[in-house]
């Protein structure tokens, strides 16, 4: 399966202004069945939300929680927290193309 997901980051690369404030914002434009694959954001909580289409998104506890899937399906105007360092994903299991914003907190 191919990636077929666009990022967008604005972060202190592009926007010198926000280092050190410790924020940034992602957009994520999925094309259909497009997915970003398992991943681990180190330093920041994520809070997600979906403006468009329909996303599966879940994330992984930890070992000592017998590294349980919790995972959703985001619908238009939902929103969802994946905590820090998790490791978590995000797919669109629709036939039209789907959008996600995420602050980060880094
Ligand atoms: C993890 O699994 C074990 C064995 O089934 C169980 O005893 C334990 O309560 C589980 N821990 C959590 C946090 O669910």
């Known amino acids: ?56 998104i879940g994330f992984v506890l930890s070992n000592q929680n017998n590294n349980t899937l919790i995972s959703k399906i985001l619908y238009k105007g939902d929103v969802f927290v994946f905590p820090i360092g998790l490791i978590h994903f995000q797919a669109n299991v629709g036939d039209t193309l789907a959008v996600a914003i995420s602050g980060l907190s880094s």
């Open 1 to 56: 399966m191919g990636l077929e997901v666009g990022i967008v980051d604005m972060a202190v690369h592009q926007i010198p202004g926000l280092n050190t404030f410790g924020v940034s914002l992602v957009r994520l434009d999925f094309a259909p069945y497009g997915e970003n694959p398992p991943h681990t954001d180190l330093r920041a909580i994520e809070i997600q939300t979906v403006p468009e289409g329909t996303l599966f």
